[in-house]
Structure formats: C-alpha cells, structure tokens
C-alpha cells in the first residue's frame, strides 16, 4: 500500500500540490469570516443544576459581572476644584455608549422623606458642586454618614473612594466592549492629567477587555517567534535555505487550515484555539524533520534522489502517521470532558495535527523532487561530532551500565511519586498574572480599599409572596448580612435590607444611628413610605423579584483561588446559612461568578485527568495492535510514562498547582512524546531483520540513526514549548515551561531507558503464529533493502 502510496504521489505531484493549493486558498477565504470570543469560558456544563440556577438569577436580576470601577485615593480629590471634576467625568461615563449606569460619589442619590405626600424620593446629595471648601467639606461629612454607602463607594478608614459603572449586556459581550472600555479609561486619564489623582481600574469588564487584548498580542507574537526558532534550528541542523523554508511553507498551510477549521466548525477563537497555530509551528515540523533525515541517510548510502524520496513515503510515512495520530489522541481526548472550550480546542487540534501528515507526506517529497540532490555540505549533519558523540556515549551507557540506568531511574520515580503526593489543585480567576503588572497591582489597590471587585451572590427565596414585607423575614436576613459584613475580606452586603435600613435613618432625618432594621411599630408606616417610593420599580429590579418573593444579596470578595474560596463558601458560610435559616421556610442558595468558578474549577480538572487516562488506554491500544505483545506495550509506555511522573514531581516540590493549563500539559506531553517510542521501535524491529535479530546490534543502529531525528525535533518541541514563558500570564508560562520540561525528559528516556529496557527483557525472537503489525513496517524497510528478496 505505501509503495502504491509513494508511486503516486511522486507521479502526480504536481497536481496533489495544486489541490493542496486551493484547498489553502478556500480555507484563507473561510478564515476571514473567523470571530472572537468575547464571553467567559462557560466550563460547568448547560444542564448542572447550578448553573440552571444562575441562569435563572441572571433572567431575574440581570448580570452580576458587569461593573468596572474606578477607585481614587488621594485626599487632593475632596478639593472644590477636583470633586467638581469628578462630577464632570461620572456625567461624561455616563454619555459613553454601553454605559448603562454611573454610580459616585458626585452623583449620589439618598432617600428622603416627604412627609406631605407620606413617601420617600431619591434626590441628589450634591446637587451642585459648591465652590467654597468648608461648604463641600459639610457635604461629605453628611454623606459619610450615609450607611448604605459604606464600604461600597467610600472607605471610611483611608478616604478612597469608587466610581461604579454598569455595562450593559450586549456590550459586555461583544467587540464593541474595547471600545467602550478605552473609552472609560481614557476618560479617566483626562482626569487623572487635570487633577493629577491616580485612577485605578478594576471590575470583570475591565480585566476581560484588557486580558482579551493582551491574547490576541501574545497569540501573534508567539506564532512568529515559534517560525523564527523552528526556521533557525532547522537551519542550523540541515545547512540548507531549502530545509527551512518548505517545512516553514507546510506550517504556514496548516496555520491557514486551523483558521479556515475553526470558521467552518463555527467556533470562535478563544484563549485556547487562539493557541493552536503556535502548537502545530511547534508539533507539525518535526515531520518534516524524520523526514529529511531519512532522505538524507538514504542518499548518502546509495545516491540515488527518486529511490531515496520514495522510501520517506513508504518507510516513514505509516511510522509519521501512526505518530501524528497518538499525538492527535492527546488532543482529542479533551472531546471527553464534555467542557465546551476544551471541545473544541480538542477537535480542531486533533484534525489539523492528521492534516499537518497528510500535507507533509505529500510536499516534502514532491518539492524536494523538484531540486538537484543535496550536496555534501546539506549532509553533514549526518556526520555532525558532538551530536554523534553523545549518541555514541548513549549507546554505551544502556549496553554497560544498564543495572546503574535502572537503579537511578528506580530512586527517580520514587522521589517522583512522594512529589506528586505533594500536588496541590488551585487557580484564580484572573490567572496568577506577575505581582508586578499593572493590572495585578491595580486589582491589589481594590482588594486592599474595597475587599475586591469579584462577585458573589446569596439568593434568599422567603416562600411566599410579599415575603419582602415580613419583619421576620428581614431580621433573619439581617442577621446573616451582619455576619457576612463580618467576615475579613468580604464586602459590605448591599439587598433590600440594606435599603430598608438606609429608608430607616432617612426617616429620622439621616441619623445614622437609626440605620437598622425598622422596629414593629416602626415597620408599619416606613414600609408603606418605601412602597410609595418613586424608583422602587429599579430597586426590586435590582435586588427583589417580582413577586416580592426573592431577594438577592451582592458581596464582592478578592480573587483568592478556588481553595479559599471553595473554603469561605463551603465551610464558612454555608453552615451559617443553615445555622440561621434552618428553622425557617425560607431557602437560601448561594450563586454568581465566584461559586460557579470554583465548582468549573474542580470539574474541569477532574475531566482533564479522565482525559489522560483516556489518552493513556488509546495509547495503549495503539501499541498492542502494533506490537501483539504485552512485554513490548509495557515496555514502550514506561519511557512515556516517568516524564509525566517527573512533571507532577516538580509541580509538587515548587509549588505549581494543578489548574486548568498545567493539567493540560500531561495529556498533550504523553500524546507527543509517546512518537518517540514509536519511531525508535520501528526502527529497531527494522534493525532486527537486518541482523538477524540480535538486539544488541539493533538497539545500537537504532541509536544511531533514530536517535539523531529525536533529539534534532526534541530540541525543536522544547524551544517550541519555551516560547509560551514569554507571556504575561501565568498559565501559559506554566505550560510553556513544563510541557518543554516534559519533553526534554521523555527524550532522555526515550533514548536511555528505553534502550535499556530491550536489551533487558526483550529477546528479539518472533513466533511464527504472532505477526505485530510493527513488524509490517520493518518487513517492509528490509525488503526495500533487499530488491532480490522481493523478486
């Protein structure tokens, strides 16, 4: 079959080539129809009942991530001059399309009482900015005495104050979203040089819009450093223009075909897929590495160009397709996690990784076919001293020193094992960003002043109707929001309580004394003031259903990882909520962006690990149909399997935890470096054939020759992979650098432990009832070598 293969490739190459050329231009016309996702990774599933129920809250109450704040803390912006600049600048937030609302200090609303029309009226606290400074200094004095502020626009203790800004949903979710947002900031950097009062930034918004921005710039930068890297190490192994440009050609095809994938599967590019062109810079070129390698080899031994290009076809070819697809398997296994982002990362990594095959079996042969042979100085890398020497060194070692190679590698797994006991699962929702950012250091101010800008929501269901209106009801909520206001680190609580209670001390001319909840004989006339009140349509739209029935409660909290955060909920504050409510009708449920992270959080990494073990037994099966042979599997998985070990033992020791993008490498490393193993052992059986089937002499050959293309695309995958430590975010520095890490060692493995291992156990002897299909592929490199054998 591969030698009919070969047959017709290089018969018809020239018109294999301009299929491949118009399927690259209808892909390039696809890819122009190619979206952004603007909208959160939605990683808990469509039918959890969790996050049914937060779809239903958002239905009710609207959006829980949509404020971008601005905080200012400098005493200078209580001056006449500045805060009547501050008012100026919420009016013009204000004008900004996809502003929904401003809520500041400027522009501060507090109820008042009307006792004429026996109701309460939200007016104005500076209706004008005086000009003179004891003036606005009596102002805010009795603006700080307005509780329901508190802790939510002004820090009582320091002075800082916000700016609140509402973004609405359809800009929230769409490109116009940077827009809107360097509005906002530029806005604020008039201020900031008129005034000369810093203005930090914060809120879900603003992190998105400034994340999404830095992605696109990092995904860019990285496609092109990863084609200058791989360009220049292909250059400096094979000496040749050729050698660089062709296989960068097929690379640049194939980033075409993920763009042109992504658009027809109708996905959008995310964090993840935005990552792929880069990967398969990385992952595709070492296909063209074996494969001129071997072309090379070939030549040299008998100079013949047409019999040496046919051979990568029929020799290397199944071997880089049986490759290729356990590397695709590493990818295509995230389909099994049921995770919508990691679907589709996996389906179209996985489709263009057999894609990146099928175009290199194709253009490497037929181009090269198109050019004189190469010269001597295009072969010397055959010949190159220090590489062949420490192949020599290698081949030495696994044959002299193989009780020493299984000893240490024995005391490393068991070091190994302890570390990864020592593995921790954690992730933030703004993923570990340098301390020393500019968007780090500004969320570091809000968490700081104002307890953070990430939401959490607690929903009180009072069971019946009106339920609002029951001073029971309210007590109990009460009760619960003074503990949560309690709680280190977490906002002040803001409800229809916290409203009541503000409706309260207005009624007693805003004495913040009375800032409570309304006593029996109170309660009577102050509801019924608050049911006349004129905005009570926007207050139950905020925080009270329609039927009076449920109330929402909105804290914000820092982003302190899910383990902190799965503990404040899970162990904090969910036993309080039964301790008060359990004797009540009324159920209590905590939802919002934050629980519903830390339970995407555990999901997603439980769903990663079931996607490695899937990987895992794929692989396995791959290797028995290949080898029908349980020593063999074994012994081709171990090599594959204590890189991974050695991984998790250093994410354990230094502290790396497991999150979404570190557990992403091992499934991804175990698919990639499991190719080595299969192109040393098709070799080796090869080299079995050819010595009658003595393995030390095999393992030797298959040093030798294989040995050089492993490590040549080891060196490749690993500044490939080293690329992605250049970014700003943390996850993608850790998979930069431990999937680099991950395959540095399974080379080593590869090289010594493997070898090690078949001149250990494996006796190089065939029964005549088993024929491994492997075997298929070394019969038919000693046949090719041996023309009369087949006559």
């Given at each position: 079959?591969?030698?009919?293969?070969?047959?017709?490739?290089?018969?018809?190459?020239?018109?294999?080539?301009?299929?491949?050329?118009?399927?690259?231009?209808?892909?390039?016309?696809?890819?122009?129809?190619?979206?952004?996702?603007?909208?959160?990774?939605?990683?808990?599933?469509?039918?959890?009942?969790?996050?049914?129920?937060?779809?239903?809250?958002?239905?009710?109450?609207?959006?829980?991530?949509?404020?971008?704040?601005?905080?200012?803390?400098?005493?200078?912006?209580?001056?006449?001059?500045?805060?009547?600049?501050?008012?100026?600048?919420?009016?013009?937030?204000?004008?900004?399309?996809?502003?929904?609302?401003?809520?500041?200090?400027?522009?501060?609303?507090?109820?008042?009482?009307?006792?004429?029309?026996?109701?309460?009226?939200?007016?104005?606290?500076?209706?004008?900015?005086?000009?003179e400074q004891d003036k606005l200094d009596s102002m805010l004095t009795f603006a700080s005495n307005l509780k329901f502020y508190s802790g939510q626009l002004i820090n009582a203790d320091n002075g800082a104050t916000l700016l609140l800004v509402t973004v609405e949903k359809q800009a929230l979710n769409s490109e116009y979203r940077h827009t809107m947002v360097a509005d906002i900031v530029r806005a604020g950097e008039q201020f900031e040089e008129a005034t000369g009062i810093k203005v930090n930034y914060a809120g879900l918004p603003y992190v998105r819009s400034v994340n999404t921005l830095k992605i696109k710039e990092e995904l860019n930068k990285f496609l092109v450093y990863s084609i200058i890297i791989t360009g220049l190490i292909l250059f400096g192994f094979f000496r040749s223009l050729k050698a660089v440009v062709f296989p960068l050609i097929i690379i640049g095809v194939i980033v075409v075909w993920v763009l042109g994938t992504i658009s027809l599967f109708?996905?959008?590019?995310?964090?993840?897929?935005?990552?792929?062109?880069?990967?398969?810079?990385?992952?595709?070129?070492?296909?063209?590495?074996?494969?001129?390698?071997?072309?090379?080899?070939?030549?040299?031994?008998?100079?013949?160009?047409?019999?040496?290009?046919?051979?990568?076809?029929?020799?290397?070819?199944?071997?880089?397709?049986?490759?290729?697809?356990?590397?695709?398997?590493?990818?295509?296994?995230?389909?099994?996690?049921?995770?919508?982002?990691?679907?589709?990362?996996?389906?179209?990594?996985?489709?263009?990784?057999?894609?990146?095959?099928?175009?290199?079996?194709?253009?490497?042969?037929?181009?090269?076919?198109?050019?004189?042979?190469?010269?001597?100085?295009?072969?010397?890398?055959?010949?190159?001293?220090?590489?062949?020497?420490?192949?020599?060194?290698?081949?030495?070692?696994?044959?002299?020193?193989?009780?020493?190679?299984?000893?240490?590698?024995?005391?490393?797994?068991?070091?190994?094992?302890?570390?990864?006991?020592?593995?921790?699962?954690?992730?933030?929702?703004?993923?570990?960003?340098?301390?020393?950012?500019?968007?780090?250091?500004?969320?570091?101010?809000?968490?700081?002043?104002?307890?953070?800008?990430?939401?959490?929501?607690?929903?009180?269901?009072?069971?019946?109707?009106?339920?609002?209106?029951?001073?029971?009801?309210?007590?109990?909520?009460?009760?619960?929001?003074?503990?949560?206001?309690?709680?280190?680190?977490?906002?002040?609580?803001?409800?229809?309580?916290?409203?009541?209670?503000?409706?309260?001390?207005?009624?007693?001319?805003?004495?913040?004394?009375?800032?409570?909840?309304?006593?029996?004989?109170?309660?009577?006339?102050?509801?019924?003031?608050?049911?006349?009140?004129?905005?009570?349509?926007?207050?139950?739209?905020?925080?009270?259903?329609?039927?009076?029935?449920?109330?929402?409660?909105?804290?914000?909290?820092?982003?302190?990882?899910?383990?902190?955060?799965?503990?404040?909920?899970?162990?904090?504050?969910?036993?309080?909520?039964?301790?008060?409510?359990?004797?009540?009708?009324?159920?209590?449920?905590?939802?919002?962006?934050?629980?519903?992270?830390?339970?995407?959080?555990?999901?997603?990494?439980?769903?990663?690990?079931?996607?490695?073990?899937?990987?895992?037994?794929?692989?396995?099966?791959?290797?028995?149909?290949?080898?029908?042979?349980?020593?063999?599997?074994?012994?081709?998985?171990?090599?594959?399997?204590?890189?991974?070990?050695?991984?998790?033992?250093?994410?354990?020791?230094?502290?790396?935890?497991?999150?979404?993008?570190?557990?992403?490498?091992?499934?991804?490393?175990?698919?990639?470096?499991?190719?080595?193993?299969?192109?040393?052992?098709?070799?080796?059986?090869?080299?079995?054939?050819?010595?009658?089937?003595?393995?030390?002499?095999?393992?030797?050959?298959?040093?030798?020759?294989?040995?050089?293309?492993?490590?040549?695309?080891?060196?490749?995958?690993?500044?490939?992979?080293?690329?992605?430590?250049?970014?700003?975010?943390?996850?993608?520095?850790?998979?930069?650098?431990?999937?680099?890490?991950?395959?540095?060692?399974?080379?080593?493995?590869?090289?010594?432990?493997?070898?090690?291992?078949?001149?250990?156990?494996?006796?190089?002897?065939?029964?005549?009832?088993?024929?491994?299909?492997?075997?298929?592929?070394?019969?038919?490199?000693?046949?090719?070598?041996?023309?009369?054998?087949?006559?």
């Open positions: 079959m591969w030698t009919q293969l070969a047959n017709i490739i290089l018969k018809y190459r020239i018109t294999l080539m301009a299929i491949l050329g118009l399927i690259t231009v209808y892909m390039a016309y696809q890819a122009q129809f190619i979206q952004w996702s603007y909208n959160m990774a939605n990683i808990v599933p469509e039918n959890d009942p969790e996050q049914q129920y937060f779809r239903q809250f958002k239905q009710t109450f609207g959006e829980d991530g949509n404020i971008l704040a601005l905080g200012f803390k400098d005493s200078a912006i209580y001056k006449s001059d500045n805060f009547r600049r501050m008012k100026y600048l919420t009016n013009e937030l204000e004008s900004i399309r996809g502003v929904k609302d401003v809520l500041g200090l400027a522009n501060l609303k507090m109820l008042e009482k009307n006792n004429a029309k026996r109701r309460f009226e939200l007016v104005e606290v500076f209706p004008e900015i005086p000009k109708g996905f959008k590019i995310t964090l993840l897929t935005g990552l792929i062109p880069s990967i398969i810079v990385v992952i595709g070129i070492p296909n063209s590495v074996y494969m001129l390698n071997k072309y090379h080899h070939e030549y040299a031994a008998h100079g013949d160009q047409m019999r040496a290009l046919g051979k990568i076809i029929r020799n290397i070819g199944i071997v880089t397709f049986i490759t290729n697809f356990t590397t695709a398997v590493g990818f295509f296994v995230l389909v099994f996690t049921g995770i919508p982002i990691l679907v589709e990362f996996g389906i179209i990594a996985g489709i263009n990784i057999m894609c990146t095959f099928v175009v290199s079996t194709i253009m490497i042969p037929s181009v090269f076919s198109l050019f004189k042979p190469p010269t001597s100085r295009h072969l010397k890398h055959l010949d190159f001293k220090m590489l062949n020497g420490a192949l020599v060194g290698m081949d030495v070692l696994v044959h002299k020193h193989r009780k020493l190679i299984f000893i240490f590698t024995g005391v490393l797994v068991a070091v190994s094992i302890y570390g990864v006991s020592q593995l921790r699962s954690v992730s933030y929702m703004v993923d570990d960003l340098p301390e020393d950012s500019p968007l780090a250091l500004q969320l570091k101010f809000f968490e700081e002043n104002f307890s953070g800008v990430m939401p959490l929501e607690v929903i009180v269901d009072t069971g019946t109707k009106k339920g609002v209106q029951k001073l029971g009801n309210l007590r109990k909520i009460n009760e619960f929001e003074m503990f949560l206001d309690s709680l280190e680190g977490i906002s002040q609580p803001v409800s229809v309580v916290s409203f009541i209670k503000a409706a309260r001390q207005a009624f007693y001319n805003q004495n913040p004394a009375f800032y409570s909840i309304p006593t029996n004989r109170e309660s009577a006339f102050i509801l019924r003031y608050l049911s006349e009140e004129s905005d009570q349509e926007g207050i139950s739209k905020s925080f009270v259903d329609s039927t009076g029935q449920v109330i929402r409660i909105s804290l914000k909290m820092p982003d302190i990882g899910s383990n902190k955060m799965d503990s404040l909920v899970n162990q904090v504050i969910s036993p309080k909520i039964d301790e008060i409510f359990g004797d009540s009708k009324m159920d209590v449920r905590i939802t919002g962006t934050v629980p519903l992270f830390i339970k995407g959080n555990k999901y997603l990494i439980d769903n990663l690990i079931t996607s490695m073990i899937f990987a895992f037994f794929i692989i396995a099966v791959i290797m028995a149909i290949l080898f029908k042979n349980f020593r063999m599997i074994v012994i081709s998985l171990i090599p594959n399997m204590i890189p991974l070990l050695l991984t998790g033992a250093i994410m354990g020791f230094f502290g790396i935890p497991l999150k979404p993008s570190t557990a992403l490498i091992f499934s991804i490393a175990f698919g990639i470096s499991v190719d080595d193993s299969i192109h040393f052992l098709a070799k080796y059986r090869q080299e079995l054939h050819a010595h009658n089937f003595f393995v030390p002499i095999a393992v030797s050959r298959s040093l030798r020759e294989t040995g050089a293309s492993m490590m040549y695309t080891s060196i490749i995958l690993f500044c490939g992979f080293v690329i992605f430590t250049l970014s700003e975010f943390g996850g993608t520095v850790a998979l930069g650098k431990l999937t680099s890490i991950t395959l540095l060692f399974a080379m080593l493995t590869n090289l010594i432990v493997l070898p090690a291992l078949l001149l250990q156990f494996d006796t190089g002897k065939i029964k005549k009832d088993d024929h491994p299909y492997i075997e298929d592929i070394a019969e038919a490199e000693f046949d090719d070598e041996n023309p009369d054998k087949n006559a």
